[in-house]
């Protein structure tokens, strides 16, 4: 398994900009499907964003067209750009991982490794 270590998240208004960082340990990190889920109070764990080891990629209707995945494999990490954030973004987010071939992307049963969160909070 591969370590994760989130980072990034804060306390901005409505229309603000964040960006998550998960940093990873591994030599082959290159070949791990990653992905970015979140998890409000009372609510089930969604999938936010997911990338493929050849870099397909996948959004949930509620981020698509407004949050950017990205990785970078030579830094063994993983980024997550959330411009015009909206109350209905707060939530503690996971960076996800594991080993190639990828399961559906933004299913939590695809990823075998979590980190701790990083909390995003957004007020109106």
């Known amino acids: 398994q591969v370590q994760l270590v989130e980072s990034g998240g804060g306390s901005v208004q409505a229309g603000g900009f964040l960006r998550l960082s998960c940093a990873a340990s591994g030599r082959t990190y290159s070949q791990y499907c990653m992905a970015w889920f979140r998890q409000a109070p009372g609510k089930e764990r969604e999938g936010v964003a997911g990338?493929?080891?050849?870099?397909?990629?996948a959004y949930a209707a509620s981020v698509k067209g407004r949050f950017t995945i990205s990785r970078d494999n030579y830094k063994n990490t993983l980024y997550l750009q959330m411009p015009s954030l909206k109350p209905e973004d707060t939530a503690m987010y996971y960076c996800?991982?594991?080993?190639?071939?990828?399961?559906?992307?933004?299913?939590?049963?695809?990823?075998?490794?979590w980190g701790q969160g990083t909390q995003v909070t957004v007020s109106s």
């Open positions: 990338i493929d080891t050849d870099g397909t990629i």
């Open positions: 996800a991982a594991d080993s190639f071939p990828c399961g559906s992307i933004l299913v939590a049963d695809s990823y075998g490794s």
